[in-house]
């Protein structure tokens, strides 16, 4: 809900109106069976739902556990970010917007929004800071095959952050014709509920495959955290079952005592920031810190809401995973089941990996493996001294 | 509680017409920050805005980010703020001063911020990502500090939620110009204007606007469409940006810009008294210019 | 069959006595029906099928007819050749063959097998030419990743025809312990006839999913044609019924009347040549051509030999595409529908734009999507003049 | 069918130990491989072994490849192929001649090439991609035209398939000595051996071992084992590629390898004394050798 304590809408007075707008129009889309079919054809035909449970054998007979992989790597686009982008398109499209802004650090949700559009019609504009323009041109070069228009943002540190801040000016200024796509399960309400709806189907659809497979349910679901939305759809299909623990893992970074990781949760506090209250990586006073993880989907220095209610509750664990213990993850995975997962991903495998063992051997787990690491190899080679 | 008096005295009469500087504090750094505000002040600003700097200010645009940037970077924190907020309050009493904060710094800081403003003599406060419907506790906060509230009505703010943030201003409303952020502006469209004109004749609530005005003419526009003030910021961020290596030059720039926006109020005011809804105001309208 | 026109088993007497056993193996484990349920276990759990058949919205209302996408790029590896390395691997373990073998020119085939032995825990040696290990040194990142051995062919041209030489001679001298996984549907018998099997739920699928989403048959099907395994698989599903055309895309490569192309079906003649009677690009003393394509996966001079056959009879219609109608194909289907193609994939989707013309208007087109873009980023930009 | 003889000629004293070096014709060029061939035959070669070259020569090693690559870049063509052949015939009237062809060769050349080689005097012929039971349109052709027909035997061949091809062999049978391509090779293992043994005790049948076989000593292995004959070519590709610049030295190491193991002959046969199952034969065993 919009007043509860983690949450809110903390927006400048320009954007109030088109936030009303979007929650009536989410409201009555998901109650609509015309949508959520419309919705359901595009996620089966286009994005290539549903994405396979599957089980890691060599990695299971390794651990002691059965552990279970909810394949959102294989999705169009190659991460589960095309949930949202689809969901909140068609949606923008029933509002009758006719242009899409979203901003990208990497360039990942800018070419999950660029591809959604395409396919949408809805025309695109992306910004993305321009050292992040320099470092990856693939992806740059993908969004503009799709036909979206990549703006180049100097501003700043001309990354990630700097390109958030030129998208909310953006939407401010032109909030009447343009919808703006967020990347993840945080924000001003409503986007943190809509992207958690739209992501739900991760956990809600990993819950009915594992129980088809193995008659039970998992001991625990591990995700990777950061904004949240893929941790927040995977526990969408278990927060109700109590016996199930749910694991989120966050960038540790280099571990090394200093301000270069990215946890949020477990070393951040209570601020009010990029609209909503929630944790954040901040100083004394406020001012937002800058932040490091070896994934740059997880490079971020807030946390979606419902993350920090479910800690407070201690229904959810979090743990920071360091880019060293992610980096043999994604080695491990690679080696022993053929899958190479993103850096993203490869945290919440690495705490899989680690927590499994605190519960019962022959128990299950399911590991949400939220994206491939094709985008990663060449940031892996340059670590292993490979180029 | 006699704090928010300064702005309300200055709105006092109706047809006053404001013009309010904006300035980061700290910016460039804290001690020429200091001295471009006096001369700001000197130079004839009816009221000044303030604002802290903060690492990601997504309701400015671009000039105004780089102006906190450069505070942050010359090593201006919250404490440095206040210290400079003390020393103008010291040299003029009896200016009316508003600030703009990033609510996270308001949040970090905690209640103790409210007594420590009020403790300074600051007349008000204005968060622009704070909206009113988050803004309970604030605004609470700000009433037992004796701190007025300034709402902010943007562009596309229906009718009967304007009213009611009227309603909640307890110093001057604040009114965003026109879509998008913080910035200086070629042109205003008509429609900017007249939606000035409507919430005029909508109340008699004192209201200020802000965003993108970058000229004298701009100013003088807003005015004669009905607004009790305008405030311009983005203009002075840009030319300290532009003269790093020569602030004198900067104070000259504001000395001669706030000089003739005030010595054009005259020959406005003659204007205005073609317009049967205005009225003559012929005496200089700026009490603490020759406070120092 | 292994005495037709077409096909047959031209390999040393080396080989003879594998080649038997592999199609013993085969025989007895496609009726075997745990081969056949172990196999569609990690064709869904693993590889993620089933793949969806996407209709193409916006192209069909350009083109006035319904196009069809089989979706093979979202199969876990980027492409179609994992049903096929699937197929051979655990037949191969079944065989008790304790070793892989494979050849590869990009580098797409020897990642497909790479990636199937870590999962299958099959140890897989990769022959690849040393000039194609300097063009895609990502590829070869990702078969080491996968714990495989990546073997530099220096001889002759250090490209594809020299890996595939030097896998043949891996296992003529290393026959009993190693199987030689093939990557297309080329070859000595029984490959073409097994990788046709292993492909054929392209096809089935195809089929059933058109069934059920128009209750129609298509007026078409297209594939493009390297070796052919996709388009043998694809085929598969429609061959029985007569109103089904069945196209092919070819590279026409340059397509300036020089042999830059690989236009075997309409350009080559019949020899004998990697094991097969089939068509080959050669001159007229029988030196097999060097070709080109701007599709690494269908730069090869030879075709496998039901594909021959199905030209000589008539069933099939051949056409070439040159490398700039399947780049126009590649940004169409990017701009359109959001969807990268492979520059293989590419070629079929230019066909179907020509070719669906000459069909009425509101008939339904299957086109086969071999494989994801993503690999062929870099070689676009080149040619655009991006970097 | 008189062409074949010469074949059966070599291996009609049971225990004849026939030396057939292989070559790519057209290695280095035409010319030079004319030369080499004759200098292999004058040193003592019984028999010679020849091959096409061809783009893509999977079954042979890489040195034959680069052998045949050199070939094909100098010019050489199937007319070119026939032309030295007809040279080589007629220089040694006597001498039998053996091809290898990669099928794809014969196939493009279609039926009149069996014609060709018969009206050349070509003794026999073998395909290293055309396995037996993919050769009986090939089998037939070469009966038709008197060819000799070479079937392959290899390491792993079953023995009553192995029997079959002896028994479809009209020439003699090319026993593949190991596991792998054409080559050199520093070591046999016993296996490699005692496979030929055991084949020598299956059959009367001629066969000659190749593949591998780089050294005097291993030479004389396969005889003592029972094999008719051994083929060694990678050996001298590898030298021609070794002294490209300096032919002449390739000259001399033909003349020097054949030499020494001509003359190795005569001790061996003499050692062979000593073995129940091997007869001496003491006549210097090429009838070529003086032909010139």
Not at chain 1, 184 to 199: D, L, W
Not at chain 1, 320 to 338: K, N, Q, V, W, Y
Not at chain 2, 94 to 114: K, V
Request: charged share 20%; net charge negative.
């Amino acid at each position: 809900g919009a007043h509860a304590f983690y949450g809110g809408s903390y927006v400048s007075e320009s954007l109030v109106g088109v936030l009303a707008e979007v929650e009536a129009a989410f409201r009555t889309a998901r109650s609509d069976p015309a949508f959520v079919q419309a919705l359901w054809l595009v996620m089966q035909n286009f994005a290539g739902r549903e994405t396979p449970l599957g089980y890691a054998s060599r990695l299971s007979a390794k651990l002691g556990r059965h552990i279970y992989l909810k394949r959102e790597d294989l999705l169009h686009g190659g991460a589960h970010k095309t949930n949202s982008t689809l969901g909140q398109l068609l949606l923008a499209k029933r509002m009758g917007k006719t242009r899409i802004i979203a901003e990208t650090g990497a360039g990942q949700h800018g070419v999950a929004t660029a591809m959604t559009g395409a396919a949408l019609d809805l025309p695109v504009e992306i910004y993305m800071g321009a050292v992040d323009i320099e470092r990856q041109q693939q992806n740059v070069r993908r969004m503009a095959l799709f036909g979206a228009k990549v703006h180049p943002v100097e501003a700043g540190g001309a990354t990630l952050k700097d390109a958030i801040n030129e998208a909310m000016r953006d939407w401010i200024t032109n909030v009447g014709s343009t919808y703006h796509c967020f990347g993840t399960a945080a924000g001003p309400y409503p986007y943190p509920s809509m992207i958690k709806y739209f992501q739900s189907v991760i956990g809600l659809e990993s819950r009915r495959q594992l129980l088809e497979q193995t008659g039970r349910l998992p001991a625990a679901v591990y995700a990777c955290i950061g904004g949240g939305s893929n941790a927040v759809g995977l526990y969408a299909g278990f927060e109700d079952d109590a016996d199930v623990t749910l694991y989120g893992a966050e960038p540790a970074g280099l571990a090394d005592g200093s301000a270069h990781h990215a946890a949020t949760l477990t070393q951040g506090c209570v601020g009010v920031f990029h609209g909503m209250r929630s944790l954040f990586l901040q100083n004394g006073e406020g001012q937002i810190s800058n932040t490091h993880s070896i994934a740059a989907g997880l490079d971020y220095p807030g946390v979606g809401p419902e993350l920090a209610a479910l800690q407070e509750s201690g229904r959810a664990t979090f743990v920071a995973i360091s880019d060293m213990e992610a980096l043999d993850a994604f080695e491990t995975l690679s080696r022993l089941e053929g899958i190479i997962p993103a850096f993203e991903s490869a945290h919440a495998l690495a705490l899989a990996i680690r927590s499994s063992l605190n519960h019962p051997p022959g128990s299950s787990h399911v590991v949400c493996l939220s994206g491939r690491g094709d985008k990663d190899l060449d940031q892996y080679g340059q670590i292993r001294g490979w180029s | 509680m006699v704090m928010t008096h300064r702005f309300t005295q200055l709105f006092a009469a109706p047809h006053r017409k404001a013009f309010i500087p904006f300035f980061t504090l700290g910016d460039p750094d804290p001690g020429a920050s200091f001295e471009l505000i006096c001369t700001a002040v000197e130079a004839g600003a009816d009221a000044i805005e303030l604002g802290f700097p903060f690492s990601d200010p997504i309701t400015d645009g671009p000039v105004n980010q780089r102006s906190m940037q450069r505070a942050l970077k010359a090593g201006t924190t919250y404490a440095t703020c206040l210290e400079l907020l003390r020393r103008i309050r010291s040299r003029y009493p009896a200016l009316p001063i508003g600030l703009l904060l990033y609510y996270n710094l308001l949040h970090m800081r905690g209640d103790r911020a409210y007594a420590e403003f009020a403790d300074i003599g600051i007349d008000a406060i204005v968060c622009s990502d704070l909206p009113f419907d988050e803004s309970e506790g604030h605004m609470q906060m700000l009433a037992a500090h004796g701190l007025g509230c300034i709402q902010m009505v943007a562009p596309n703010t229906p009718g009967d939620r304007a009213s009611k943030l009227l309603d909640h201003s307890s110093a001057f409303t604040y009114v965003i110009s026109r879509f998008g952020t913080t910035g200086t502006n070629e042109h205003f469209d008509d429609e900017a204007l007249r939606r000035i004109e409507r919430l005029r004749q909508s109340t008699s609530q004192p209201f200020v606007v802000g965003f993108g005005i970058s000229t004298v003419a701009q100013a003088q526009a807003f005015w004669q469409r009905g607004a009790n003030g305008v405030i311009v910021g983005s203009l002075f961020s840009l030319c300290i940006e532009n003269h790093l290596q020569s602030i004198p030059s900067v104070h000259a720039f504001i000395d001669g810009f706030i000089s003739e926006v005030q010595g054009g109020k005259a020959c406005q005011n003659v204007q205005d008294a073609a317009s049967p809804t205005q009225r003559v105001v012929a005496a200089p309208s700026f009490p603490a210019r020759n406070e120092r």
